[in-house]
């Protein structure tokens, strides 16, 4: 079965610096998504991109967040200068289609800012 | 906005026991309703799903959950659980106006004793 990949798995970075989060999602999928869970919270919703565009984004999705396809393949997440409450579990997924469709999750990056 | 409660954080139970994880939600409109599951290590995973028709889904595994629009539920059930089914299951909503932005519940950990 087709799957959504991540890496890394583990990213350990020091408050302020910048990281990329990378995303490979399924290949016929046009719908792409990034959810984080901080520890011991609920898996939050982030962003959604559809077309080179987002789509929508929550409010946790502020300026030091940004999304890209930078090519035909990947999608990434890039935080600016990273918080310490940026640490958390980073989920992507992606979907065929984009109403009633299943989202597919890669295993996702524990981002650890110290 | 939606939300969703998942009322057991924590579920120990014994091989060949039932279950029954509750997942209640909330919100106005026409929702479509998730249970994703996360074995240890893994990415969430898709166990079943509702959008329509008949309100009790059979997913993988043995799993099924019954919509009743009333309360406000989906809760999943297993007649007879494996030690394999130790895991986080994840109840999820989006709102059908919404494309397929999930909000999740805080999700129950299961553990079955063999």
């Known amino acids: 079965e087709p799957e959504v990949t991540q890496t890394p798995s583990h990213q350990v970075t020091q408050m302020g610096q910048e990281v990329i989060l990378r995303c490979v999602p399924i290949?016929?999928?046009?719908?792409f998504y990034w959810y984080r869970q901080i520890l011991g919270q609920k898996v939050e919703f982030l962003v959604s991109?559809?077309?080179?565009?987002?789509?929508?984004k929550s409010e946790i999705f502020d300026d030091q967040f940004s999304v890209e396809r930078p090519d035909g393949s990947n999608f990434t997440l890039k935080i600016r200068s990273t918080k310490l409450e940026d640490s958390a579990m980073y989920f992507c997924?992606?979907?065929?289609?984009?109403?009633?469709?299943?989202?597919?999750f890669g295993n996702g990056t524990r981002l650890t800012v110290t | 906005a939606q939300s969703v409660s998942q009322h057991n954080h924590h579920v120990i139970l014994s091989e060949a026991a039932s279950l029954e994880l509750g997942c209640n939600y909330s919100?106005?409109?026409?929702?479509?309703l998730f249970w994703y599951v996360q074995y240890p290590g893994q990415h969430l995973q898709l166990l079943l799903k509702?959008?329509?028709?008949?309100?009790l889904v059979k997913g993988i595994k043995g799993f099924e959950a019954e919509f009743i629009k009333s309360k406000f539920s989906f809760n999943l059930r297993k007649p007879s659980v494996q030690w394999s089914d130790t895991a986080e299951y994840f109840c999820?909503?989006?709102?059908?106006?919404?494309?397929?932005?999930?909000?999740f519940g805080g999700g129950t950990r299961l553990m079955v004793k063999p």
């Open positions: 919100y106005g409109g026409t929702v479509n």
């Open positions: 290949s016929n999928h046009l719908y």
């Open positions: 991109f559809y077309n080179n565009e987002i789509s929508e």
């Open positions: 999820a909503v989006n709102a059908q106006d919404a494309g397929n932005m999930l909000t």
């Open positions: 509702y959008f329509s028709g008949d309100p």
């Open positions: 997924a992606s979907s065929e289609l984009v109403v009633n469709s299943p989202l597919h």
